[in-house]
T-cell receptor, first 116, second 117 residues
Framework: GAVVSQHPSRVICKSGTSVKIECRSL??????MFWYRQFPKQSLMLMAT?????????EQGVEKDKFLINHASLTLSTLTVTSAHPEDSSFYIC????????????FGPGTRLTVL | AQTVTQSQPEMSVQEAETVTLSCTYD???????LFWYKQPPSRQMILVIR??????QNATENRFSVNFQKAAKSFSLKISDSQLGDTAMYFC??????????????FGKGTKLSVKP
């Protein structure tokens, strides 16, 4: 149990276009979902925290108008990179938590975004 | 604010040998969890082991064990009988345990472990 999927696994887009990444908890209802960004050979950087039906909480320095997060249900959160630029190219990882027995985070497999 | 420090950017070990990865953290919280995550080349984050701060007994999971020193704020990971499949990035992480906590993880910078045949 506790599987989190991400789609797509990799995406290549042109500069200026928008890209949507989906994160789903497949077998549990997630109280909270997190979005991370990971640069090569670096740690995970938390971008935002989202709860179903609420506005996402963004970390300092993360542009909320560029990285739109929608948490439509207890099993689905989406990250939309708007007007993507080459510097947005990165590996994006989502995770989902459930309350019991503690707030364990279950990670998705990640999405590699390449902006040309 | 909490911080997690991994002072070894890279380590290597011979297959079947034992290796210890270091992690220190700083917090004023009394209740928290500590974790070690593995990120293999596939980049899927995998939970290796978890330690509750209120437990004095060190957590173990098969070949993986921790040395949790609460007073020293140290949380090292020992991998016994290293296998080629253990080659990965290892991240130490901290999570506050409190009512209303959403479970935010604070990660260290990671240690790249290479297991050599």
């Amino acid at each position: 149990g506790a599987v989190v999927s991400q789609h797509p696994s990799r995406v290549i887009c042109k500069s200026g276009t928008s890209v949507k990444i989906e994160c789903r908890s497949l077998d549990f209802q997630a109280t909270t979902m997190f979005w991370y960004r990971q640069f090569p050979k670096q740690s995970l950087m938390l971008m935002a925290t989202s709860n179903e039906g609420s506005k996402a909480t963004y970390e300092q320095g993360v542009e909320k108008d560029k990285f739109l997060i929608n948490h439509a249900s207890l099993t689905l959160s989406t990250l939309t990179v708007t007007s993507a630029h080459p510097e947005d190219s990165s590996f994006y990882i989502c995770s989902a938590t459930r309350d019991y027995p503690y707030n364990e985070q279950f990670f998705g497999p990640g999405t590699r975004l390449t902006v040309l | 604010a909490q911080t997690v420090t991994q002072s070894q950017p890279e380590m290597s070990v011979q297959e079947a040998e034992t290796v210890t990865l270091s992690c220190t953290y700083d917090t004023s919280e009394s209740n928290y969890y500590l974790f070690w995550y593995k990120q293999p080349p596939s980049r899927q984050m995998i939970l290796v082991i978890r330690q509750e701060a209120y437990k004095q007994q060190n957590a173990t999971e098969n070949r993986f064990s921790v040395n949790f020193q609460k007073a020293a704020k140290s949380f090292s990971l020992k991998i016994s009988d290293s296998q080629l499949g253990d080659t990965a990035m290892y991240f130490c992480a901290f999570m506050k345990q409190s009512r209303g906590s959403q479970g935010n993880l604070i990660f260290g910078k990671g240690t790249k472990l290479s297991v050599k045949p």
